[in-house]
């Protein structure tokens, strides 16, 4: 405890050395004075004697002097790390996200489809490109909403920083803030074509990024790009988790330093349901659909109950190996078919159900969240996908993803509130 005589200083040097109040951001009384004693900053206000003069040894003065470096110290710490933040990564609403995508010729308009969405009390939307009236639609709804770039575009805004202005002029500027855009996402799956121009993936990110900081948006709005899982050479166990060679320093390395630099999520596309589908018999379906009892997998000294934790670890894994083991991972699209080709199996709507259902549940519960190698970290999650969109090409999957139909009606019930537990829903019938 501080009695008065130690506030009492030998000249005006220190006393101008102690003007200094406590930093908020420290919780309790750091002044270590008694009850109803006057702070430092009541030396101000208070008559003169309080500044007699007194003769302190040297150990006394040097006190007095730590005192207030370190106070100094703590208040620079305090404004250096942002009010809310974890690891300079801003607090996430703990809610599902969804990807709208429009490749139908039966949607609905995208007003009775945001209104849809908001009734299902998810929190979060992606697309796929800036659709005007989807972003229109989205204005003061609350949603948060992530638009992607499409692929055809990363070279020239990559090569031109006048692009880049342009594309944030034009559908950013036009809707922001009513609509709340809070990630661009630079291109879909880049490393899945060989065709791209995969070194102006990170130019074309830094010009956006350029772009929203003039206009003071760089802390608000961040840039990232969504990956597939073909951007790993290796995945299990998770821990051997390796990116390829041919993208791994030359692409990856700088994406994750800008990545880590700007505080912004690393998305990454994760379906379990091809995994399995593909897997020969090696996956289990229990495993796959958050079911595993006996067939989990241990790693080391983590153990993995179901394959999505162990894709996100694996990537995780791969993130270390380059030396960013610091950037958060957020999951840009899953979700698992209710109809697919003979040659896909394990796609039905009972499957379907109890994958998204174990998900959310997974995510949103205080309990469950995060994975083996990152407990506890809500990872941002997007649901594929809002509607069966019945001009997708390629297998009879794509077509049958959605959670709606067209017409706005279920496919199968769902909480996407993450609250109802798998006894709680009727059986849904063959």
Request: with cysteine; charged share 15%.
């Amino acid at each position: 405890m501080l009695s008065k005589e130690r506030f009492v200083v030998t000249s005006w040097n220190e006393y101008i050395a102690l003007q200094i109040d406590p930093p908020s951001c420290i919780c309790g009384d750091t002044t270590g004075r008694a009850k109803g004693e006057p702070t430092l900053k009541a030396l101000r206000s208070t008559s003169r004697p309080w500044l007699k003069p007194q003769s302190y040894s040297r150990p006394r003065r040097m006190k007095l002097i730590t005192l207030a470096v370190c106070i100094i110290l703590l208040i620079f710490k305090c404004s250096a790390q942002p009010a809310g933040t974890d690891n300079g990564y801003a607090p996430q609403a703990h809610t599902i996200g969804i990807n709208y995508g429009t490749l139908g010729d039966n949607l609905p308009p995208p007003s009775a489809a945001i209104a849809t969405i908001k009734s299902m009390q998810i929190g979060r939307v992606k697309i796929f490109n800036p659709n005007a009236d989807i972003l229109n639609a989205l204005a003061n709804s609350g949603l948060e909403t992530v638009v992607a770039i499409p692929n055809d575009q990363i070279g020239q805004i990559g090569t031109n920083p006048a692009a880049a202005e342009a594309w944030i002029a034009q559908n950013v500027d036009t809707y922001y803030p009513a609509t709340n855009i809070v990630t661009i996402l630079v291109g879909n799956e880049v490393f899945s074509d060989a065709s791209l121009p995969w070194t102006s993936l990170v130019p074309a990110m830094q010009n956006l990024y350029n772009s929203l900081s003039t206009r003071g948006w760089s802390d608000k709005i961040k840039v990232s790009t969504a990956v597939a899982a073909d951007v790993l050479a290796s995945s299990y166990p998770p821990s051997v988790g390796t990116f390829r060679a041919d993208i791994a320093v030359p692409v990856i390395l700088p994406l994750l330093r800008f990545l880590s630099s700007t505080h912004s999520y690393f998305y990454i596309n994760l379906y379990p349901f091809l995994s399995y589908t593909t897997s020969g018999g090696d996956i289990s379906l229990n495993y796959a659909l958050f079911a595993s009892g006996s067939n989990s997998v241990v790693d080391g000294s983590l153990t993995y109950t179901n394959l999505l934790d162990a894709q996100l670890d694996a990537v995780i894994s791969a993130m270390e190996k380059l030396g960013f083991g610091d950037v958060r991972v957020a999951v840009g699209e899953t979700g698992w078919p209710t109809k697919a080709d003979a040659t896909q199996t394990g796609a039905s709507v009972q499957n379907a159900a109890m994958y998204n259902r174990r998900l959310v549940r997974k995510l949103l519960s205080s309990s469950t969240n995060g994975t083996p190698k990152r407990p506890n970290v809500f990872i941002p999650t997007f649901i594929f996908a809002l509607f069966n969109e019945n001009q997708k090409p390629g297998p009879e999957s794509e077509r049958n993803w959605g959670l709606l139909y067209p017409n706005l009606g279920a496919v199968y019930p769902i909480d996407l509130t993450g609250q109802m537990l798998d006894t709680q829903y009727a059986p849904i019938l063959p």
